[in-house]
């Protein structure tokens, strides 16, 4: 990156943040002939996005039509409509929906990002209407992370429980083939190839440069940015928004050579992933304890937010949740530090786990989503919140439980770090999770009996496609239910999290910050998690928060394209 007092002092478009939203505004914008400053205050760029799934909910886009799956606009429309219900803001749904596919088109033609189609991948409430199995998520490709040349090493990381060995990333088919490695050759192969790659990586890298997920939508975009020319500054803080009257025309950053000011012609995008991580997050997360942990990284703290607040820009109100959970397992080190692990998608839904509250009874079907995992914490926080996953020693060697791997690894070492608890029996597990053994045992009982036959009837687990597509697709007669039979036991003990903030800046269906009155601020605009979900706190499917960054980012910068030709068009000849 360049010196900070090497700051210009005007360009076109100034972006602040560098996730999803945040590089997908700037290189619409930088490929449409804008100056663009991208403004970061963390050492890092790709902010949560790089630490996300990567995947992406964009319905009707051109991959499902080509694999002939459910590319309905109309469809997803009826979804969104039940999922929000009467607080749906349409005009931003429908310019989402009318949009979305547009925004990847042109972010796939114009730059490196590249996504698949997933054949199968149901939305998250499969008993909605409108709801659907497949097409409307897609997956980021696989990228080779030393194109990113010298800028590798300034891309976040993502926390080492979701890294193998220190260092290799991994996406939901490697997963798969690691746990049918003993048991499938070309799942062996497949593993084998990666271990040989990341092997060869560590002789001149820090970590593996194979990266998928969040970090490959990240590298993909940085490439193209940097590709067009496009200034991204680490380590600047923004301050104060420099005004014009009602305009906003600028910034003032905070960098090692002291204050700067720098002026936008066409505007100022937020996009700094919202609040998730602010010390004030508490107020808004109603029914959660000081156990909560977020996942957002520690610089998203709402200061987009509160600068936007400042010249008079309007927050969403009401909103059925203000945050997107997810359950959390933390491991405390020895130097106190702590790592938190997002239970998403790895473990609650496998056969062999269940989860127990106080009360040692089950209260959730935990197959559902991890959204839905943590609305039934919250549904009764005094007995489900905290709450343990358990298992016996058979689903542990299967599929791990949180940041415990599968066989062969011995997991000893977080058994004597207290994060995962083991016992020799049910009444010894009773003890040491804090629950009264003969309603645990009945609990175990119960749900033994009726998954020999595959069956839930007290919550369903493994009823619904979404349910049987997180489980073991080779397990039968329900890919989800196996009983808890084979000692010792093993628990791990969940908080409530987030992955983070969904209330956040009013936006117009152009993306631009609306103030108390409705009106648009001009020169401002935001996307991501900066900008008010257009799902209202609802979880509709899998990518629900990187599909509306992308689109919004795209919108906002061609409204940014379009008020810097009719500015230029405006000045004196």
């Known amino acids: 990156m360049e010196r900070d007092d090497d700051i210009p002092a005007s360009v076109d478009l100034i972006v602040l943040g560098s996730g999803a939203a945040g590089l997908a505004a700037a290189v619409t914008a930088a490929h449409h002939g804008l100056s663009v400053l991208v403004v970061e205050k963390e050492d890092s760029f790709g902010g949560a996005s790089a630490i996300s799934g990567g995947t992406v909910w964009i319905p009707g886009n051109r991959q499902a039509s080509e694999a002939k799956l459910d590319a309905s606009l109309e469809a997803a429309s009826t979804y969104l409509t039940h999922m929000i219900g009467s607080a749906i803001d349409r005009p931003l749904v429908e310019t989402f929906l009318a949009r979305g596919g547009e925004a990847l088109a042109f972010l796939e033609e114009k730059s490196e990002l590249r996504f698949k189609v997933r054949p199968f991948s149901p939305d998250y409430h499969m008993e909605v209407a409108g709801a659907s199995d497949g097409g409307r998520a897609l997956e980021v490709l696989e990228y080779d992370g030393s194109r990113l040349g ?41 593993c084998l190839k990666l271990l040989a790659r990341y092997a060869k990586d560590r002789i001149r890298h820090n970590r593996g440069t194979r990266l998928v997920v969040g970090n490959a939508l990240i590298a993909r975009l940085a490439r193209s940015a940097f590709d067009l020319g496009i200034d991204l500054r680490l380590g600047v803080k923004t301050k104060a928004l420099i005004e014009d009257g009602n305009r906003v025309c600028g910034i003032v950053v905070e960098a090692e050579s002291g204050e700067r000011r720098v002026r936008a012609r066409a505007g100022v995008v937020f996009a700094t992933g919202g609040f998730g991580a602010s010390a004030e997050a508490g107020r808004w997360r109603s029914g959660t304890d000081v156990l909560h942990r977020s996942m957002s990284p520690a610089g998203n703290i709402g200061d987009g937010i509160e600068l936007a607040g400042s010249v008079g820009a309007a927050m969403g109100e009401e909103l059925a949740s203000n945050f997107y959970w997810a359950p959390v397992s933390v491991l405390t080190l020895p130097g106190g530090q702590q790592e938190k692990f997002p239970h998403l998608v790895t473990d609650r839904a496998k056969p062999g786990l269940i989860a127990i509250n106080r009360l040692g009874r089950r209260f959730v079907n935990e197959a559902d989503s991890y959204h839905r995992f943590v609305l039934a914490m919250l549904a009764a926080p005094e007995v489900n919140s905290p709450c343990h996953l358990i298992c016996d020693s058979a689903a542990l060697a299967a599929y791990g439980l949180g940041l415990a ?26 003890s040491k999770i804090g629950a009264e053994e003969g309603a ?92 008010n979900s257009i799902m209202n706190g609802t979880y509709p499917g899998p990518g629900i928060t990187l599909g509306p960054a992308l689109t919004f980012g795209y919108i906002a910068a061609l409204h940014a394209v379009d008020r810097m030709k009719r500015l230029q068009q405006e000045e004196p000849r």
Not at 164 to 189: E, I, K, P, Y
Not at 408 to 430: D, F, H, M, W
Not at 466 to 489: I, T, V
Not at 522 to 528: C, K, N
């Open 150 to 190: 010298r800028h590798f090493g300034e891309l976040r990381k993502p926390p080492k429980g979701m890294l193998l060995f220190g260092g290799m990333m991994v996406n939901r088919g490697d997963v798969q083939h690691f746990l049918n490695a003993r048991r499938s050759w070309t799942s062996l192969c497949h």
């Open 405 to 430: 791997r599968p066989a062969p690894a011995t997991n000893a070492a977080l058994v004597r770090q207290g994060y995962l608890i083991k016992a020799g029996s049910i009444g010894e597990l009773a």
């Open 440 to 531: 645990l045992r009945g609990t175990i009982e119960r749900y033994n009996a009726n998954a020999v036959d595959g069956a839930d009837p007290d919550f369903g687990k493994g009823t619904n496609s979404y349910n049987r597509s997180m489980g073991d697709p080779d397990h039968r007669p329900n890919p989800c239910l196996a009983p808890l039979a084979k000692p010792p036991f093993y628990a791990v003990r969940l908080v409530t999290g987030d992955l983070g903030s969904a209330r956040g800046i009013r936006t117009d269906a152009q993306a631009r910050v609306l103030d108390a009155g409705g009106n648009p601020i001009p020169g401002l605009y935001a996307a991501g998690n900066d900008m």
